[in-house]
């Protein structure tokens, strides 16, 4: 059977790491390459860089961390944060990441989906999307608007069909993010996440709001997730991966050994 | 030196980056005479079995991994797409392909037991060995390893499979006869099982 993923998500602005200090000795939190490989030695079975810098100026200092990243860890891992063209992405995968990571930038043109795929391969593209919890209504029939530039600007598009016109654009996995739970530890959004899950043919990723390790199993049961990102929970050492893997085992789910 | 055959798709450099982190020179080219005269070939990568040969022919390169070194003794290791189209022909865009391992190639069902199987498959799985071979050495039975695919490998004989896996069906996801390895899964993104296989490919006795 296939694994559930574990996928830590870095936010990396002008090459250093943003969130993640106090939790390791030995390890340079600011530094994307040891987290990563620290992460990797855990038994991440995947890990997202989300470059904030996001400016045309600093793009190239990114592309220096993937490339020193690609030379440490031997799992995949991808980019995401202000790729816009083709050319954005096939730097990023030249550089070494194994998938590249889209959002606002799709919504705004989505045929770089199609484009990124035909270039690149489906399995390439993954499309991430902010949702926000809206009134059931004809507008919204999943209960979710998409949202971009970090939930300041509304799109009027309900999640689920972004997602069926994503995955017919070519997206090889979705990623929701739940803006409402982002950051909340309250648990991930698992109605959104399951109906989109049993809505589309490809991997879902469930995004936002992991505080223990419990929401993850409820992401992979109730949610009907694929794979799940974890962001605080891990960064500040509450929960190591190994951990997180133990309890999801032994609840029945279908985990990647966490052997280094 | 291990030639990597560049055929214009792929993320050939991971393979590179792995192989230079184990201690092996590795070269990646498109270039016949380097790929004869290397002690070993990597036919790797991610892509569709149709542009792989149409680029793989372009190039000259079909003729040369079949008699210069699958039929050569070379040691050849295919792996993702790498392993697909060693076999005669593959249903993805209906192509003919090496056909250095007698079979053909195959998609994932839509769905087993009327519950949809989400094709591709991305992730990690579990990989059982069905037979002993020296590029499973030190590998644990069971390992998870990374795949992304869309299709399998079904091939004519199944005594050339050495390990399987389970994604709606029962799947060939390693294969060796002779000299010619291939996995279905990526060694260069599945940790250190698939670091270990690699570096015991690079130490076959050719």
Redesign the interface.
């Given at each position: 059977m296939i694994a559930k993923r574990i996928i830590p998500c870095l936010d990396v602005r002008a090459g250093k790491v943003t969130k993640g200090v106090q939790f390791l000795e030995n390890v340079d939190v600011g530094d994307p390459v040891a987290m990563a490989r620290y992460y990797y030695e855990q038994g991440a079975d995947e890990i997202v860089f989300y470059d904030i810098t996001a400016s045309n100026e600093r793009r190239g200092i990114m592309i220096e961390v993937v490339r020193a990243v690609a030379r440490e860890i031997f799992i995949p891992f991808s980019v995401g944060g202000g790729l816009r063209t083709v050319e954005d992405m096939r730097a990023v995968l030249l550089a070494g990441a194994e998938k590249v990571s889209i959002d606002s930038g799709a919504v705004r043109n989505p045929q770089i989906i199609a484009e990124g795929a035909r270039a690149f391969g489906s399995q390439c593209i993954v499309l991430s999307m902010q949702v926000r919890r809206r009134e059931r209504s004809e507008a919204f029939p999943s209960g979710c608007e998409v949202v971009i530039d970090g939930g300041r600007t509304a799109t009027g598009r309900d999640a689920l069909a972004w997602s069926r016109e994503g995955v017919g654009l070519g997206a090889g996995e979705l990623c929701i993010n739940s803006i409402d739970r982002d950051g909340t530890k309250l648990g991930y959004d698992l109605e959104v996440t399951r109906l989109i899950s049993e809505s589309v043919s490809v991997p879902v990723i469930a995004s936002g709001g992991a505080g223990e390790p419990k929401h993850l199993l409820e992401a992979f049961t109730a949610g009907a997730a694929d794979a799940a990102i974890v962001a605080s929970i891990v960064h500040y050492g509450e929960y190591p991966i190994p951990e997180i893997k133990r309890y999801l085992k032994s609840h029945g789910v279908e985990v990647r050994d966490a052997v280094p | 030196m291990i030639a990597i055959v560049d055929y214009r798709a792929g993320?050939l450099?991971?393979v590179a980056?792995?192989l230079?982190?184990l201690g092996h020179r590795c070269e990646i080219t498109d270039r016949p005479e380097k790929i004869r005269a290397a002690e070993r070939v990597i036919l790797p990568g991610?892509?569709?079995a149709g542009a792989t040969m149409e680029n793989l022919r372009a190039l000259g390169l079909a003729e040369v991994l079949r008699s210069d070194v699958a039929r050569a003794g070379k040691p050849f290791l295919g792996i993702c797409i790498g392993i697909q189209v060693l076999l005669d022909r593959s249903e993805e865009d209906d192509t003919d392909c090496l056909g250095i391992i007698p079979g053909h190639v195959t998609r994932y069902p839509?769905s087993v037991d009327g519950r949809?199987l989400?094709?591709?498959?991305?992730?990690?799985?579990?990989v059982r060995q069905t037979r002993a071979h020296p590029v499973l050495a030190g590998v644990p039975d069971n390992?998870?390893f990374?795949?992304?695919n869309s299709y399998y490998p079904v091939p004519a004989d199944l005594a050339v499979t050495i390990a399987v896996s389970?994604?709606g069906v029962t799947f060939t996801a390693a294969l060796a006869r002779d000299n010619v390895i291939a996995t279905q899964f990526?060694l260069?993104?599945?940790?250190?099982?698939?670091?270990k296989l690699l570096d015991n490919f690079c130490r076959l006795k050719g």
């Open positions: - | 993320n450099t991971s980056r792995a230079e982190h991610v892509g569709a839509a949809p989400k094709v591709p498959q991305i992730g990690w799985n579990r390992t998870h990374y795949f992304v389970d994604y990526h260069e993104k599945s940790g250190a099982a698939g670091l």
